[in-house]
């Protein structure tokens, strides 16, 4: 079943919009703060798309998320208490309990593990600012972490670049729905641990 290919070159032309660094922007910054999409998906088509533009799209999405981060302590630090019912009773509750063992345990560690890793970054913020982490190390290390992540996939794109499109366009279906598999099984791994 096609269900993917379409989507990647509406991604591909939707990358190539002459708008998308603001919205890349808008996503990045929204994901650190309160939005459950990563930047990834839009930085990596936008990367693929125009490979001489990964660098300046790595920058842009790295500040942009570094302001989400801070926008994220700001929401913990003066807002907690008005979120926490509604924190516990989502999903992320137990994803904010672990950051705060994680706080406990390894300080600015956490966000910087937390801005690199697939981890929700939107909940070390917040609990960065509930906790009231001191605000240098949480920039420092929400800067180095993210930074290194979008760096990271915007290398990627840009060593493959033409020559990545045309593989991953003849097995992005595969990808997709192996991407589908392993979610699935991920979740009832998740649930049945819980």
Same mark, same amino acid.
């Given at each position: ?101 994680? =706080? ?46 979008? =760096? ?43």
């Amino acid at each position: 079943m096609r269900l993917f290919a379409p989507l990647y070159d509406r991604a591909l032309t939707w990358a190539r919009h002459p708008r998308a660094p603001r919205y890349l922007a808008a996503l990045s910054f929204a994901e650190s703060s309160f939005f459950p999409v990563p930047p990834d998906v839009m930085l990596v088509p936008m990367a693929l798309a125009q490979p001489q533009r990964a660098w300046r799209l790595a920058w842009l999405t790295t500040w942009a998320s570094v302001l989400g981060g801070l926008a994220g302590y700001l929401i913990g630090w003066l807002a907690f208490a008005a979120i926490e019912p509604w924190l516990r009773g989502s999903s992320y509750w137990p994803a904010y309990q672990q950051a705060v063992a994680w =706080f406990d345990a390894w300080g600015a560690w956490a966000v910087f593990v937390a801005g690199f890793s697939p981890i929700p970054y939107k909940v070390f913020t917040i609990a960065a600012g509930a906790l009231a982490m001191p605000l240098l190390p949480f920039a420092l290390a929400s800067l180095v972490g993210r930074g290194a992540r979008f =760096f990271l996939v915007a290398a990627l794109m840009r060593w493959g670049g033409a020559r990545m499109e045309p593989l991953l366009r003849r097995h992005i279906d595969r990808i997709g729905w192996a991407v589908v598999g392993l979610v699935v099984v991920g979740g009832a791994i998740w649930y049945g641990l819980h």
